[in-house]
């Protein structure tokens, strides 16, 4: 298995779907298999787990057992292949969103700000739309509804100036150029932070992660077995809040309807309060410092 990283809050998120040993799981989010390799630790034989990941990397992390399956889709189709598979209810499902370590690391993917790489972001290389798409074809007022929705970043619109300007004399095609366009914005205190941001923004609208988080969700009650859990480690606020709003009101905005008597159709609840990563945890691994970890069970009829 090639090393991605210390997958993070590994045993909360897997003790929290309370493995049963015949057991069917999806984990959405295969990458380095971290946690598709405790699940499967805990499953008896005739247990089963599906793995999405449409990276093609993780092909290389391929896990050689009978009862494990990976499939090289997005997990917005989650209930569709599964479907292929003949599964139509599962017991569980633990997704470990955001980048991984390894396509940091890549500097080929143009994920990170520390290398200077053509802009790309795809986490499928097959999508059309890549971030020198996104940066060099979006109109001004688009650009800053990026970098301030997905970025929160308060100055988006005059990013977005700055940004369409260059573009005219030259393309810009490089995470150092984009840097470079933009480095009036990034005073040295701050640089690294809101770089990040940038990048951050740029990724999520390339991925369309929130609207791909979004269609996963709603899957989510239909495919869960009466006492089937579901257990989301999300990195940044964006995401933690739309997982945290759907489990609370099943919508993502709004409040729920009441009937007559005051109740509301929610179809999940939380299990306990949010989860987070120990000290010792953030220590020895440094990505873990923003994870935020929220189990869900389907709510029971009465």
Do not use: W
């Not at 996963?216 to 964006?238: C, D, E, M, T």
């Amino acid at each position: 298995m090639e090393a991605y990283h210390n997958p993070v809050l590994l045993k909360q998120s897997v003790d929290a779907l309370e493995i049963k040993e015949a057991g069917v799981y999806v984990d959405i989010t295969f990458g380095g298999g971290g946690h598709s390799r405790e699940i499967l630790s805990r499953l008896g034989p005739s247990g089963k787990l599906y793995a999405f990941d449409q990276d093609p990397d993780a092909e290389r992390n391929r896990i050689d057992d009978e009862r494990f399956v990976l499939i090289q889709e997005n997990f917005r189709y989650l209930s569709r292949f599964l479907r292929f598979y003949g599964v139509h209810k599962v017991d569980g499902i633990l997704g470990d969103l955001g980048v991984s370590s390894h396509q940091f690391n890549e500097a080929e993917r143009g994920f990170s700000t520390r290398f200077d790489a053509d802009l790309d972001m795809r986490m499928n290389k097959k999508d059309a739309v890549s971030a020198y798409n996104v940066v060099n074809t979006y109109s001004e007022t688009q650009l800053s509804d990026v970098l301030f929705q997905y970025g929160e970043l308060r100055n988006a619109r005059a990013m977005a100036a700055k940004i369409a300007t260059a573009r005219v004399e030259e393309k810009i095609s490089t995470s150092f150029r984009l840097k470079e366009v933009l480095r009036s914005f990034l005073p040295a205190a701050k640089e690294h932070k809101i770089l990040a941001q940038i990048f951050q923004a740029i990724r999520i609208e390339v991925n369309q992660e929130l609207e791909v988080l979004k269609e996963f969700l709603l899957q989510v009650p239909s495919l869960l077995n009466p006492a089937g859990r579901l257990s989301v480690i999300s990195y940044h606020s964006l995401e933690d809040r739309l997982v945290k709003r759907f489990i609370k009101n099943g919508l993502f905005e709004g409040e729920p309807e009441k009937d007559f008597y005051g109740n509301t159709d929610v179809p999940l609840k939380a299990v306990c309060k949010m989860k987070v990563p120990t000290a010792a945890e953030i220590k020895g691994n440094n990505r873990a410092r923003s994870a935020k970890l929220r189990i869900a069970s389907l709510k029971q009829k009465k």
